[in-house]
Structure formats: structure tokens, C-alpha cells
């Protein structure tokens, strides 16, 4: 009898201890994520017309392809996919068995519903290059073209093409991305509250996880709360107190105080900028080539890697981040440090050293302005910069400006050079930079040059295929880089922070960084 | 009293117009604009000039600001440009945790401030009077920035009593209903402080002394009562300035609210929430002006009398 006790209350104790373990589990597989301070602040996850669009989006939304941080595409939604040798048509194989969050089917339907409702949104352009969608079954899909759009799969795999579910889409209207989100992600939207956070419950049926993440579905983590947080002091004290397990996007000062931290731990991995200096072909004295090749020439950049940014980073030598195959010029096209060419270049030139080292030619001093917005990283910049000109025997004047103030005066084609960076990872940033269509903002280096337009015009419009257009943003790139427009600074990193006690990473995410695919296999440590 | 009102209420409508054409004229004066932030990459000079029309920006600054005007005498504050959503949403989403914040901060410096400045009061010159403005100096020349920063690292990084930031819990407003209550409360404190002294330097305090009333009942029943018309006046002016006030706090501790839409909207240029909400914080100053001379007139019998 006792024995017998004893073994009941043994087993009881068993289940409880299940009980308490598994209970434990439901809780612990929650987790609180920050977004990147620039996208705080998103008003709706309607990927069709938001302009601004955040870390949570493609985890409601799944898109046709994706890209790995190599910029290399991959299957996703759709299984593969042809292109026809002219260009003027594409053919997608859609993956099946794929349901949106509410039940409805995704097909070749949901497609071609899906694409016209781009019209008329700032975001149209994306899709402005497609006839029309043709539904060949089930499972297919036409694209015809009106012009050839070797851009097509990048369009695809950003994530403004995240497919929403059509029905949902059409009833709820200007409501939809607002009050609810419906797509086939990984994730299903629970509440959404602008400006402070952002709910998501795993989607439990999900089993399309891509080839980019080990787990092909369901995700790991139950329920992921996205917290806006815009000052980056506050929402590292709420990683440090455990408030959050994981920040996007800390700010490199603060790299060394999350290293400090034993439960913290922080994965670093090439960003999509490039810091760069815009020179104003139009203003005196940086009509003459000569001029331009020597302060570009003087960029220091990889001092400027060790002391500005501790050497985080990467030197920029073009004006493309380095993932890109267009970024791969010819060696001898790509701009480096070069103290005495760039002395030589000013003698010849005709700029002579004159008094207190600033050199002088007619009389008259060489004397620049340099510009910068109010940001901390760019006034550092500019100082640095500064120094390096003085070296050439070049006076620069620092001016900063705010962000937004800064364009208008460069619309007035007052400036000389500018520090400055942007963001992006398609070689068709060097359109929007310099091409003559936009002098001012955005190309600051009012740069309009015949043979520049016409190879930008070979690069935008004239290519039929992947390959022709990475050859001819190619020679466009090293146009651009032979006439000496900008000069080429820095390549930022971009790090997570995160809370080693609460989160297990891979080792793919340590060295790609955590990707939105790369969620389906993070886990909450048990 | 009613004719008193209904005069003052009429007053504020040329204010109003005043401010509204100053708040305009700043925000379109400003270098930048929206739609910088609304095109992306690849977008064509055409398509751009296609936006900046769709908001009807190419028009003269005077025809925007008549259009702007009419609709809000409609109640139409307009949609966001960068944030697409009308913008009487956006304030209705955000105005509660303002007013959330901003009252507890008030009630907060109020129910304190004025304790604080009675106590000195009646300790004239003692140790605890002195104790007690040091403070209140120190409170009133901290910035709220740092102040709340401050407070984060202490009550919630080092003793953990509240969460760091937010707004998910009742806890999450302690701290920073603490940061810009500080502020106010100094300021209440001060003016009561010097309020009851002025007060209690008047003839019928002397004849209240003489009829033998004890000091204390002298001080809280009939000193404080004339010593609160001036802090009426300020706690008025400070409504508008609580709502105002807690822009940096709401940054700080990563709430929503006016505050944080504002600067938002700021650093993107979207003109119409930039608009609606400082017409909003002048609103709130204006109404908070006008409620305080009002109770000071319901208190305040000669200011009653001097207005017939």
C-alpha cells in the first residue's frame, strides 16, 4: 500500500513536472524585438501602397523570390521561373499547397489580381515594366512585358512585392495593412499600433519556408512582439535590463558597451550604404578634371575606417557596395588614397603652394565649401575630410545643414562638396545619383555629361537580360568613376544586438546576420 | 460671468487665425519638403512633379493655406502626405496618452507643488524651507531630456522597480509622469511659497492673529486660499505646456503621443500633421489660459465684480 503510494505520488510528481515544463516552454517561446530606429514610425503593412515599410513586413508577407545577402536570387513563392531570351516575357511556376492566413488559396489568381492594384501608387513604378499577367493554370503565371525588365526578380524580392491575399485585399480597402494584414507568412498579425508595437502569432500552417532558412516551417518562436523605440539610448538600457531580446540596427557607439555586457552578444555583417563625397562639376574650381581626380585622390579612406569608425567596416572604392557584381570595375578604375598623384594633379593643374599651405593659382586661394547634415557620423566625416584636403593644400569650409533643409540647398547649386551616404543595394542608385534628369538632388555632382546619359540609357532601358544589364551599369559605373564626380569614402556595417540568454542563433545568422528568413530558425533558449 | 465667457471664447477666434497663419507660414517657409521623402529610388522627375500636384503643393502658399483653412473650419485636418492616413486619426491615436501623461503630470506638480510651497511657507527662512527651494531650484533647472534619462538608469536599470520604456502598463507611466512633473512642481512650489508670504503679510492676517485664530488654521484656511489665485493662473498656462512639454519625455521613454508624432512628422516635412498638431499644443495653451482666468474669476470675487 505505501509502495503503491509512493508511486502514484511519484508519477503525479512526473506529470506536474511535465506540466511545469511545458508550460514553461508556451511562455518562454515568446520574444521582443526592436526595429531599426529609420523605420519607426511606419503608418500601415499594406506592401502595395506604403512608401515605408518595416522589419516585421516580411514576416506577414511572403514575395515570389528572395535574395540572400550575396544579392543572389532564390525560389520562394514561386518554384522557378523563365525568362524569354528577348526579354518580353517571364514565366513563373508557382509553388502549391500555399494558403494565405485567412484560408484563401494562393494561385496564379491571387497574381494577377495582385499586380494591377500597384497602379497609381508611388510604388507602381516597381511593376510598370509588365503588360500584363496572364493565368496559364493553376499554377503558372505569364508576365508580358512592354519593354525587356532585367530588373524584375530585384523588384520581386523587395519587400514591397510581399503578396497579399487578394480577397482580403479588395474588401478591406484603405483598412488593409491597418487593422489587419493578411498574407502567407510565417508570421500572422495580432495588433499593430503606430509608432509603439507590432504583434505577430506564428502561422501554424506554414511549411514554405524557403531554401535561405534551415527550418522550412513553422517558425520556432510562438508570438514576436516588434517595439518601436526612436532613441537609441532607451532601447539599449531595455536590452540590457532583458525589456527586449533583440535589437535591428545598433549604432556603431554603442558596439563596445553591448560587447561589455557577457549576456549580450552582437552580429556584424556588411550594410547596404555607402558613405561618399559628391564633388559639383559646375562650380569653380572643380570644372577642371584635374582638380576633381586630386581631392578625390586625397580621401584617405582607410584612416578614416580606423579612426572614425574603429575599423568596422569596410573602405568604399566605388561608388557600389562591394555584394554587388557591378561594383566589380576594372582595379585601376577604382579610387584610392594617393597623396602624391593627388599634388601632382593640383601643380599641373596650375595651383601652386602659396601661404600657410593652402594652395593658390591667379591670386586667388583654394578655397572650397564642404557640406554635411546635422548628423554626428557626418559632422565627424566632414572633419576628417577636412583635414585630409588641408594635406593637398586645400582649405574647406565646413557648412551643416538639417537633413531634409539640405536637399533645397542643393537645389540652389550653391555647394561644392558634400559628405554624405545612401542606402541602397541595386546598381541603379547610379542613375538616380547622376543622372542628368535630376541635377541638385539628387545628383549632387550636377554632373550632365553626354556620353554619361547615353551609357545611363544603355543601362536603364537598354538591356534585354541579367547579364547585359550588369555589363552595362558596368561600363556606366566606370564612366562615372573615370570623371571623377564623387569620391568614394566608407561601407558601413549593420549589427543586432541581441540577448544571449533569451535567444539561440545559428551559425548562418552569425554570419549573415539575421535576415528576415533567417527568423524561421531562431529560437528561444530553453 | 456667462457673457464673460462667451466674450473670452470670441476673443479666441482672431488668436486663432493668428496662429494659424504663423504655424502655416513656418512649416512651408522651412527649406525641404515631403515629397523628397516620398520618392524612392528609380522614380522619374515626371512622377514626382505627378506627387507634389496630387498635394496640391505647386499651388501659391497663400491658395494652400485658404484650402487648408476652409477644410479645417470643416473639421477636416487632412490626410498625412508621408504617413497616408488622415490626420484626425493620427490624433485621435495619439491625443489619449498625451493627455494621459500630461494630466497625471499636472495633478502630480499640482497636489505636490503646492505642499511643497505651503510647507516652506510655514517654515519661513528655517532649515526645512531651505531644504525644500533647494530642491525645487534643482528640479526646475533640469532638462526633462536628461532628467528622464537619469531616472531610467536609476529606477530601472539599477533598482528595476519600472520598465525602461513604453507604454504597456501603468508602470511604464510612473517615470515619465516623474520627468516632467519635477519641472511643474517646482514651479508651483515656488510661486505658492511666495504667494502665502505676500498673503500673509496683508492687514486681515494681523486682525485674524489678533482675534487669536491658532497660526496653522490661519495659514491652510485663509492664507492659502488667497495665495492660490496667482497659481491658478500659472497651472493654467501650464496645461498647454504639459501637452508641449512632453515631446522630449515621449521621445525619451519611447511613448506615443503629440510629442512623438510631432517629431515625426517634423523630420519628414508631412505638413499637414506638422500643422494639425502645434495648432493642437496652441490650441491647448489657449483653452488652458482661458479655463484658469476663468476659475480665477469663479474664486476670485473682485475679479468678478471688475467685470460687470
Keep these: ?526 | 460671468m456667462l457673457s464673460y465667457t462667451i466674450r473670452r471664447l470670441l476673443l479666441l477666434i482672431p488668436v486663432f487665425l493668428v496662429v494659424s497663419i504663423v504655424i502655416f507660414l513656418i512649416i512651408h517657409l522651412v527649406p525641404g519638403d515631403p515629397i523628397d521623402n516620398l520618392v524612392r529610388v528609380g522614380s522619374t522627375p515626371e512622377q514626382k512633379a505627378e506627387i507634389t500636384a496630387r498635394y496640391g503643393l505647386d499651388r501659391p502658399l497663400v491658395e494652400q493655406y485658404l484650402i487648408w483653412l476652409s477644410q479645417l473650419a470643416q473639421g477636416d485636418l487632412g490626410t498625412a502626405i508621408v504617413m497616408r492616413r488622415p490626420v484626425a486619426d493620427l490624433i485621435a491615436q495619439n491625443l489619449p496618452y498625451s493627455l494621459t501623461l500630461g494630466g497625471l503630470a499636472l495633478l502630480f506638480s499640482t497636489v505636490l507643488g503646492i505642499a511643497a510651497g505651503v510647507i516652506a511657507a510655514m517654515n519661513k527662512e528655517g532649515r526645512i524651507d531651505r531644504t525644500v527651494m533647494t530642491g525645487v531650484l534643482f528640479g526646475s533647472t533640469m532638462p526633462s531630456f536628461w532628467l528622464g534619462l537619469i531616472l531610467i538608469l536609476v529606477f530601472a536599470v539599477q533598482l528595476r522597480w519600472f520598465p525602461v520604456s513604453g507604454a504597456r502598463s501603468w508602470e511604464s507611466l510612473v517615470l515619465p509622469v516623474l520627468t516632467i512633473g519635477l519641472g511643474g512642481m517646482a514651479l508651483v512650489a515656488r510661486v505658492t511659497r511666495i504667494a502665502m508670504l505676500e498673503t500673509a503679510g496683508k492687514d486681515f492676517v494681523l486682525l485674524l492673529h489678533a482675534k487669536g485664530l491658532p497660526a496653522r488654521r490661519i495659514q491652510l484656511r485663509h492664507v492659502l486660499r488667497h495665495a492660490l489665485l496667482p497659481v491658478v493662473t500659472i497651472l493654467g498656462l501650464r496645461i498647454g505646456w504639459v501637452l508641449g512639454g512632453a515631446v522630449t519625455v515621449e521621445y525619451v521613454f519611447a511613448r506615443p503621443g503629440l510629442g512623438m508624432l510631432l517629431i515625426k512628422a517634423l523630420s519628414q516635412h508631412d505638413y499637414p500633421v506638422v500643422q494639425a498638431c502645434l495648432l493642437m499644443l496652441a490650441m491647448a495653451v489657449m483653452l488652458g489660459t482661458l479655463l484658469g482666468d476663468l476659475i480665477q474669476a469663479a474664486m476670485d470675487p473682485r475679479v468678478r465684480s471688475a467685470l460687470t
Excluded: C
Excluded at chain 1, 5 to 10: C, S
Excluded at chain 1, 403 to 423: F, M
Excluded at chain 1, 477 to 498: D, G, K, M, R
Design chain 1, 1 to 526: 500500500m505505501k509502495h503503491q503510494l509512493r508511486k502514484a505520488f511519484l508519477t503525479g510528481s512526473t506529470t506536474l513536472m511535465t506540466l511545469a515544463a511545458s508550460s514553461l516552454w508556451a511562455i518562454a517561446q515568446e520574444a521582443t524585438f526592436v526595429m531599426p530606429t529609420n523605420e519607426v514610425g511606419a503608418a500601415t503593412y499594406n506592401p502595395v501602397k506604403s512608401p515605408m515599410i518595416n522589419a516585421a513586413s516580411p514576416l506577414i508577407f511572403d514575395g515570389l523570390v528572395v535574395q540572400d545577402v550575396d544579392q543572389s536570387f532564390h525560389p520562394h513563392l514561386a518554384e522557378s521561373w523563365e525568362e524569354a531570351p528577348d526579354g518580353m516575357q517571364w514565366v513563373f511556376h508557382l509553388r502549391k499547397g500555399v494558403k494565405f492566413h485567412n484560408g484563401e488559396p494562393f494561385n496564379a489568381d491571387a497574381i494577377a489580381a495582385w499586380i494591377p492594384s500597384f497602379a497609381g501608387t508611388d510604388n507602381a513604378y516597381m511593376v510598370e515594366a509588365i503588360d500584363k499577367v496572364e493565368v496559364v493554370d493553376e499554377n503558372t503565371v505569364k508576365f508580358v512585358m512592354k519593354r525587356p525588365e532585367p530588373n524584375l526578380l530585384f523588384n520581386f524580392a523587395s519587400a514591397f512585392m510581399g503578396i497579399p491575399a487578394p480577397k482580403a485585399y479588395k474588401e478591406m480597402g484603405d483598412k488593409f495593412g491597418v487593422t489587419e494584414a493578411i498574407g502567407t507568412g510565417p508570421y500572422k498579425l495580432t495588433s499593430f499600433t503606430v509608432g509603439q508595437e507590432t504583434v505577430l502569432e506564428r502561422n501554424d500552417d506554414y511549411t514554405w519556408g524557403s531554401e535561405l532558412s534551415q527550418n522550412k516551417g513553422p517558425a520556432k518562436i510562438q508570438k514576436i512582439t516588434f517595439r518601436e523605440i526612436p532613441e537609441q539610448s532607451t532601447s539599449f538600457l531595455e536590452l540590457k535590463t532583458g525589456g527586449v531580446d533583440l535589437l535591428f540596427g545598433v549604432p556603431t557607439d554603442f558596439i563596445a558597451q553591448v560587447k561589455a555586457e557577457p549576456n549580450l552578444g552582437v552580429i556584424t555583417t556588411p550594410a547596404y550604404d555607402v558613405a561618399y563625397m559628391p564633388i559639383n562639376v559646375t562650380s569653380e574650381p572643380f570644372t577642371d578634371i584635374k582638380v576633381r581626380e586630386a581631392t578625390a585622390l586625397a580621401v584617405n579612406q582607410k584612416q578614416i575606417l580606423d579612426s572614425i569608425y574603429g575599423g568596422i567596416g569596410m573602405e568604399a572604392h566605388n561608388f557600389l557596395i562591394s555584394a554587388l557584381p557591378e561594383a566589380n570595375v576594372d582595379p585601376k578604375l577604382n579610387i584610392s588614397y594617393n597623396p602624391e598623384r593627388a599634388n601632382q594633379l593640383l601643380d599641373e593643374a596650375g595651383w601652386k603652394t602659396g601661404a600657410n599651405g593652402v594652395r593658390e593659382k591667379d591670386g586667388k586661394p583654394l578655397k572650397v565649401k564642404l557640406w554635411a547634415q546635422t548628423d554626428t557620423e557626418f559632422k565627424r566625416l566632414a572633419e576628417a575630410v577636412q583635414a585630409q584636403l588641408k594635406a593637398i593644400g586645400m582649405d574647406a569650409e565646413i557648412t551643416i545643414y538639417d537633413s531634409s533643409a539640405i536637399r533645397d540647398e542643393y537645389k540652389k547649386n550653391q555647394h561644392q562638396l558634400a559628405v554624405r551616404s545612401y542606402e541602397w543595394n541595386n546598381a541603379d542608385i547610379i542613375d538616380w545619383f547622376f543622372s542628368g534628369q535630376r541635377l541638385g538632388y539628387p545628383n549632387i555632382s550636377m554632373w550632365n555629361d553626354p556620353k554619361g546619359e547615353e551609357l545611363n540609357k544603355k543601362a536603364m532601358t537598354g538591356s534585354k537580360t541579367l547579364e547585359e544589364r550588369i555589363a552595362n551599369f558596368k561600363a556606366y559605373h566606370e564612366y562615372v568613376l573615370s570623371q571623377f564626380v564623387f569620391a568614394p569614402i566608407y561601407q558601413p556595417v549593420t549589427s543586432v544586438a541581441y540577448n544571449k540568454d533569451r535567444l539561440k542563433v545559428t551559425d548562418t545568422m552569425l554570419k549573415k546576420g539575421i535576415e528576415p528568413s533567417q527568423i524561421m530558425d531562431l529560437e528561444v533558449v530553453q
